[in-house]
């Protein structure tokens, strides 16, 4: 399993003062300790904070097969959106640039969930056949 932890001010490790294999025990179990960044859930809408860090660092780049633009100057994304009941957590948020991110939203990234339709209307008869719209005049004459 994954663990992500933040070490800081108020998440201190506390001096080791072996070396060699013994320091490596104690510094593992001292992680152990710390809370999971990549177990925190959020009821936002958005991934931030720590949730976000940890996603970012698991990641380390845009998720995207071939893509190389590193998770500092990527967005995370909901994998399920949020609006269709998408969880803000670690397993349901991936890191996309925002080239990618886009293609994603407009739903045309192999692999991504279909597209939410922006209005709630629903298509024409001829976007739902796949034919064309044909051509009325607004005036009336033909």
Not at 38 to 66: D, M, P, Y
């Amino acid at each position: 399993m994954e663990k992500i932890v933040k070490l800081g001010k108020s998440n201190l490790l506390e001096g080791i003062t072996v070396t060699g294999e013994l320091a490596r025990q104690a510094l593992i179990q001292q992680l152990k300790a710390q809370p999971n960044l990549l177990e925190a859930k959020s009821s936002a809408r958005f991934v931030t904070g720590n949730l976000r860090t940890a996603v970012q660092i698991r990641a380390g780049q845009c998720q995207t097969h071939g893509c190389v633009e590193p998770a500092t100057r990527s967005e995370v994304d909901h994998i399920i959106s949020h609006k269709t009941g998408g969880a803000t957590d670690a397993q349901n948020s991936q890191v996309l640039c925002h080239h990618h991110h886009e293609i994603k939203s407009h739903g045309h990234l192999p692999g991504s969930d279909p597209p939410q339709r922006a209005s709630p209307d629903p298509p024409p008869d001829w976007a739902a056949a796949g034919g064309n719209p044909s051509r009325v005049n607004p005036g009336g004459a033909s």
